[in-house]
Structures are given as C-alpha cells and as structure tokens.
C-alpha cells in the first residue's frame, strides 16, 4: 500500500498542502453555543466525560466577537506556524450547529469575512443537523451562497462537519449521557456526505463498559460510514466531570492502556480501518491542570506519532491489512 508522505497509513496530515499547495491553519473558535443535552432539550448535565475549557485555547472565549477570536488566533499560531497564510475557522466548542438557521448563517459568514479565512470546520452532534442546514452548507460550499468571494487559493469556501460519534454501542453512549443513538450518527454522516460535504468524526476510545474486542469490532461500523477523516481520542478523566467520580468509584469498568500498548492497539485499529480513510488524530492531549496525573507522561502528540511510525514498521503492516 502507499500512502502520503510514506506512511503505513492515511494521514490526514498534509490533507490540504496536497490539495492546495499550503498548509491551512484551523482557528478555534467559540461562539458561545450549548448542547442539547445541557439545556434539558433531551437531557441535562452533558455528557459525562465533557469539560470544554480543557479542549481549547485562551484566545477561544465566547465574550469576544468571532472576528476578534480570528485576529488573536492567527497571532496565537504565528509563533508555531509562521508560514502559514491561510486559515480554517473551527468552530469548536460545544454543539455548533445548535441554534436558529439565521443565527448560524451570521456567525458562519462572519467567520468567511476576515480576509485570511478560507473555510469553516464545523463540530456539532448527529442529532443538530437538519436537511435544511445541510443544504444551506452545501450551497456554501459551492459558492451559490456568497454574493462575492475573492480567495486565490479556493473559488469557493471550505467546508467541512465533524461529528462528536463517540461510540458505536448505544449502551454506552446511553450511560455517557449523549442523547442519541448510533443510528442517528450513521443518518447524520449519509446525508452530509451525500451533499459533497466533507464529512469527519470523533471517537473516543476507552469509554466505561468497552473492551479491547469491542473497539476493534467497532471498526467495521466505522468502514461502513461515508467518511473523510476520524478522530481517535484516549479517554482522559478531566478533574471535576462525572466520568472522573465513576472512574474513582470502579476503575474496573474502564480500558485503561499504558502508552506503548496503546500504540500497538492503534495499529490493531488501523489495520481494520479501510485505507481511503483519512486518519486525522489518533490520541488526545489535555492541559495537565485539568487532570489530576498525566499517566502517560508530558508526551506530545508529535512524539506519539513518531512512535506509532516505528511500531508500523517494527510490525510490518499497515492500514487496512486485515481487511
């Protein structure tokens, strides 16, 4: 198999210098939407695991407009990415599709304003999308809903949605508390990709109740849905969530993986992925105040990612290869 950059697996890394001869910066954005499953919609609480502020930057914060977040975001990355030229608004925090049509159409617009934004990325639940906004969206994306777009790089704008999925097993996104079932991802992720919208999803893996084999039968449901990218994260027990007490109560429900092992079930994983599946992230990283010990140590995900290169090849194998 041959895949970018020489990996044994489909990096989503250089996805869009390939495309468009550039890297693309995502900016995190936080427009100051709630859930669902917060507001007492089809629960209250949120999910079990969930504190947003451990999940973005401090430039990302609700009280300031989203052009002002843009300007600070792009300083913010100057730093690390000084080349960069261009940028993606991700809207981040929280469910982002969770309000009125107009009230969408105005932030998402307001973001496409600043002159260095070429794209949105969209992170929302399945159960926050109607075929309404979706073709809103795609019409976007295809420039028939923009009065004047002046971007060299792209002649229309970016768009993409990433589903939070979580799981494949509705026992337990019953028990984290999502509010929807599976069903509703795989209904949510069809009609998105069946509009041209390039279309992710989060997992995380490690959730109370779920084993080994089920995560690795559980990349079977993955292949079957018209994905561009995934998301893997490592459950981590950020201090003062309700997952945080039932890990403390028993321990014994939760998968809980040193990192070189999790590392070889990654590659588990990845062998049973199909190998068009762009894999964009494959572990998470959360301040250390926001967790009571890091067990993994202060590792970067570079340096996981380094190690997941060298276990492919002291393995041999490759995305896919157990299909």
């Not at 969930?50 to 300007?71: L, M, R, W």
Request: charged share 25%; proline share 5%.
């Amino acid at each position: 198999m041959e895949f970018p950059e020489g990996k044994r697996y489909n990096s989503f890394t250089g996805y869009y210098r390939r495309l468009y001869g550039e890297r693309l910066q995502k900016l995190v954005i936080d427009a100051g939407f709630t859930c669902p499953n917060r507001d007492g919609t089809v629960g209250t609480g949120g999910c079990t695991y969930c504190n947003n502020d451990a999940f973005h930057p401090g430039y990302s914060v609700p009280d300031k407009s989203i052009f002002t977040q843009i300007e600070e975001g792009i300083c913010f990355h100057k730093v690390r990415y000084g080349r960069a030229k261009h940028y993606l608004a991700y809207f981040q925090a929280y469910t982002n599709t969770y309000a009125p049509m107009e009230k969408l159409k105005g932030l998402y617009m307001e973001a496409l304003e600043h002159p260095d934004v070429v794209g949105l990325v969209i992170g929302t639940r399945p159960d926050c999308v109607d075929g309404q906004l979706l073709d809103w969206l795609a019409d976007l994306k295809e420039g028939r809903a923009l009065t004047q777009w002046s971007r060299e790089l792209c002649p229309h704008p970016l768009v993409t949605l990433e589903y939070g999925i979580e799981s494949c097993n509705d026992l337990t996104l019953k028990h984290i508390n999502r509010g929807h079932d599976f069903a509703c991802a795989q209904e949510a992720v069809r009609m998105t990709a069946e509009r041209g919208i390039d279309t992710g999803a989060h997992f995380i893996l490690g959730l109370p109740g779920e084993t080994r084999q089920m995560l690795l039968d559980q990349c079977a449901r993955i292949n079957e849905l018209p994905l561009l990218s995934v998301k893997f994260h490592q459950l981590q027990f950020v201090k003062g969530t309700r997952m945080e007490a039932e890990h403390d109560a028993h321990p014994e429900r939760f998968l809980e993986l040193a990192l070189p092992e999790y590392i070889d079930f990654i590659i588990d994983m990845l062998e049973r992925l199909r190998p068009d599946l762009y894999i964009e992230r494959i572990a998470g990283e959360v301040p250390p105040r926001f967790v009571r010990e890091t067990k993994w140590g202060l590792v970067r995900n570079f340096q996981i990612l380094q190690m997941l290169d060298r276990r492919l090849e002291e393995r041999d194998t490759y995305q896919g290869a157990a299909l």
